[in-house]
């Protein structure tokens, strides 16, 4: 079994920066993928940015290229997403996912969330213009 928990979240400014940790328990290994999915009211969820543990390769949705960068710290087992250049359409509640999916599922992982078996509980970031 794997646990997942998020932390980081809180309210900013547009332009504004913050850092989402997801720290994981259980047994984690290289051929995992480990993903940040956020969901807005009345919105669909969607991956924003996903990392393979096995060689480092990162993935990520167009509308957070440049902006945010996904890294994970293998000694403290915890997944992290700088997030800069926050702007109000990034508000939502952010999701720590994981699964053994291999180099090409995590390529094909930001799609919708249904190849990942592990979630956090979510944490809420909210931009204000």
């Known amino acids: 079994q794997v646990q997942l928990v998020e932390s980081g979240g809180g309210s900013v400014q547009a332009g504004g920066s913050l850092r989402l940790s997801c720290a994981a328990s259980g047994y984690i290994y290289s051929s995992f993928c480990m993903a940040w999915f956020r969901q807005a009211p009345g919105k669909e969820r969607e991956g924003v940015a996903a990392?393979?543990?096995?060689?480092?390769?990162?993935f990520y949705a167009d509308s957070v290229k440049g902006r945010f960068t996904i890294s994970r710290d293998n000694a403290k087992n915890t997944l992290y997403l700088q997030m800069n250049s926050l702007k109000p359409e990034d508000t939502a509640v952010y999701y720590c996912?994981?699964?053994?999916?291999?180099?090409?599922?995590?390529?094909?992982?930001?799609?919708?969330?249904?190849?990942?078996?592990?979630w956090g509980q979510g944490t809420q970031v909210t931009v204000s213009a």
């Open positions: 996912a994981a699964d053994p999916l291999g180099p090409l599922g995590c390529s094909d992982s930001l799609g919708g969330g249904d190849m990942y078996n592990y």
């Open positions: 990392i393979y543990l096995g060689g480092g390769n990162t």
